[in-house]
């Protein structure tokens, strides 16, 4: 659509031409998702970031306050160090992790309350010994 609406013709039918002239041209022939039923999530309730949803949701994006994020990060370096190949991971692991919640308690963000406090270094040094033991 490069040309401007001519003075004195009606707004919708100028569309409609504009439309009708692109189908013509084919322009529309092989558009993604073409001739198939519209995603579940679109026929249910209107959602006007939909689209924002979708793509984050594609690219494997998203987006959660510091806080949450910090209690995720927090879970997910448990778990790496207990699953840590020495004893000296298993410390650097959690020394980082208990750094940036100490700093987070110190200096909450706008959002959810962390609930989240340090690790206590050698208890979790304990449960990855008793796990090497188990094996």
């Given at each position: ?83 840590a190949p020495s004893e000296r991971i298993v410390r650097k692991i959690i020394g980082e992790i208990n750094d940036k919640v100490r700093d987070m ?31």
């Amino acid at each position: 659509m490069t040309e401007r609406k001519p003075p004195g013709v009606d707004f919708e039918s100028w569309v409609d031409k504009q439309i009708r002239d692109a189908e013509t041209r084919g322009e529309f022939d092989r558009l993604p998702g073409a001739g198939e039923p519209l995603p579940r999530e679109i026929e249910s309730t209107y959602d006007e970031l939909w689209w924002v949803k979708r793509k984050m949701a594609r690219e494997g994006f998203s987006v959660l306050p510091p806080t949450l994020a910090l209690r995720k990060e927090a879970e997910d370096a448990l778990e790496a160090a207990l699953a840590a190949p020495s004893e000296r991971i298993v410390r650097k692991i959690i020394g980082e992790i208990n750094d940036k919640v100490r700093d987070m308690m110190f200096k909450p963000p706008p959002g959810p309350p962390l609930g989240k406090k340090p690790y206590d270094v050698e208890d979790v040094v304990r449960q990855w010994r008793e796990r090497r033991a188990d094996r």
